[in-house]
């Protein structure tokens, strides 16, 4: 089957740690989106990338930071400086930058003790 | 700037009856896109549609029906005899096209449709 996976599903981890968030896609897709979804709102692009080896800050990058070296993988990591990192975050893919149906992944719930 | 208000924060229906969800939309772009997502309890976004600033056709998909209207930038989503798989938490989107943008979807802050039996 095609599509996206996150893993883990739940997250938890001390304060002060990093921690890397998996996202892998099947779908051959070009482009990949990382977003936090916090309770009550939308959500807010944090970083994306349009190829392989290239990314992009969204809205709210401090405290991330992200790797694209396969088309497939698109892994985040939640660093220490991070202010406040506990929240739902999903992955997302679509064919290109500019074909902009994103598909999204199961999501991922980091909680930081 | 590009800004999408879903003012109805939450709604609650009874099974079977028809209900509306709002999205308004702000852009300075005359290409943009619209979308609407459905995040059911466990999560995972849905796509549901797309329509392109161009096509103000109203669509329908079975019980799923999109009013799209520029002169109120305005792109309302009706689900007409609801039934309780339909709660979730919905979301409006808008893609601009120009500027080289066109990657970033900006999302509106969700409405919590609960159907109850």
């Known amino acids: 089957d095609g599509g996206i996976t996150q893993s883990p599903k739940y997250l938890f981890r001390k304060e002060g740690q990093n921690v890397t968030l998996s996202c892998e896609q099947n779908l051959n897709h070009d482009a990949m989106y990382w977003y936090r979804q916090d309770p009550g709102q939308g959500l807010r692009l944090i970083y994306y990338s349009q190829i392989v080896n290239d990314f992009q800050k969204g809205d709210i990058a401090e405290g991330y930071s992200v790797s694209r070296e396969k088309k497939e993988s698109f892994p985040l990591t939640v660093t220490s400086a991070q202010k406040n990192p506990t929240a739902f975050y999903l992955c997302a893919s679509s064919l290109s930058a500019h074909y902009n149906e994103q598909f999204f992944g199961p999501g991922t719930r980091l909680t930081v003790l | ?62 019980r799923y029906s999109w009013n799209f209207q520029k002169s109120t930038s305005s792109f309302n989503f009706t689900i007409t005899a609801s039934q309780v798989v339909d709660s979730a938490v919905y979301f409006c989107a808008l893609s601009e096209a120009g500027g080289g943008s066109n990657y970033k979807l900006t999302f509106g802050k969700g409405t919590l449709l609960t159907v109850n039996p």
Do not use: H, M
């Open chain 2, 1 to 62: 700037a590009q800004k999408v208000t879903q003012a109805q924060t939450e709604i609650s229906v009874v099974e079977k009856e028809d209900v509306t969800l709002d999205c308004v939309y702000e852009t300075r772009d005359t290409t943009y896109y619209l979308f609407w997502y459905k995040q059911p309890p466990s999560g995972e976004l849905v796509f549901l549609i797309r329509r392109n600033s161009f096509d103000e056709q109203n669509e329908i998909s079975g």
